[in-house]
């Protein structure tokens, strides 16, 4: 199958920074990534859409002015947490597809600390 | 709207016993069912999916689902458990027939294989 990594694994960083987590294709072209939050013990829930070259699309109540995400090429999406605080630890985990109905690709998750 | 539902918080197995892990959908259109695995600090690995065609879909690591569009269900199976198929599942259903892209997940299931 394709295979999808995530850049860090795991990220320790005070209250007040902002963190980014890369997801990459690595052997197709993902027009479309997908970035999801997991709570401890919970499912995964949907945070955005994004389309290489446009911007991103959010699910309702989650804050695009604190979770920025870019998709500059086909295979790369990035996910920006801006000034963190301990209620955004999390994880945090991607997904790729080579087109929006098209099957999606997990990678291996981002665990964000914030401290 | 499409909706999945995983009614075990938490399924206990004797090594070398088959096991079920249970999941019913609710879509509008036709379902597209998926399974994946998700170990400690990891993130989603594909099992099998269930797109069209044979009701019966076999996966990887010799998991197994069958998916019964009477009972609108698509519940995992395995012929003899291992203690290293102890992990969480999730179950996902994509509704084929509306136009969506969204994956809808299931809470989870907690497999437990005791020695």
């Known amino acids: 199958g394709a295979v999808v990594s995530q850049h860090p694994s795991r990220v320790i960083c005070k209250s007040g920074t902002s963190v980014k987590i890369e997801c990459r294709s690595l052997?197709?072209?993902?027009?479309?990534m997908f970035w999801y939050r997991q709570f401890p013990k919970q499912s995964l829930m949907l945070m955005a859409t994004?389309?290489?070259?446009?911007?991103?699309?959010?699910e309702q109540g989650v804050e695009k002015d604190k979770f920025l995400i870019n998709h500059a090429s086909l295979t790369l999406s990035t996910l920006t947490v801006t000034s963190a605080h301990p209620e955004d630890s999390s994880f945090y985990i991607c997904?790729?597809?080579?087109?929006?109905?098209?099957?999606?690709?997990f990678g291996p998750g981002t665990r964000l600390t914030v401290l | 709207a499409q909706s999945v539902a995983q009614p075990e918080d938490q399924v206990n197995v004797a090594e070398g016993n088959p096991l079920t892990v249970k999941c019913t959908y609710s879509?509008?259109?036709?379902?597209?069912l998926f399974w994946y695995v998700q170990y400690p600090n990891r993130g989603l690995q594909f099992l099998l999916k269930?797109?069209?065609?044979?009701?019966l879909v076999k996966g990887s690591y010799g998991f197994e689902a069958e998916f019964n569009k009477s009972q609108t269900s698509f519940h995992l199976k395995k012929p003899s458990a291992l203690v290293s198929d102890s992990a969480l599942y999730f179950c996902?259903?994509?509704?084929?027939?509306?136009?969506?892209?969204?994956?809808?997940f299931g809470t989870g299931t907690r497999l437990k294989v005791l020695a």
């Open positions: 994004s389309n290489e070259g446009s911007k991103a699309t959010y």
């Open positions: 269930y797109i069209t065609g044979d009701n």
């Open positions: 997904s790729a597809s080579a087109g929006l109905l098209n099957e999606q690709f």
């Open positions: 996902a259903v994509r509704d084929g027939g509306s136009g969506t892209y969204k994956y809808i």
């Open positions: 879509v509008s259109g036709n379902p597209y």
């Open positions: 052997d197709f072209q993902a027009t479309t």
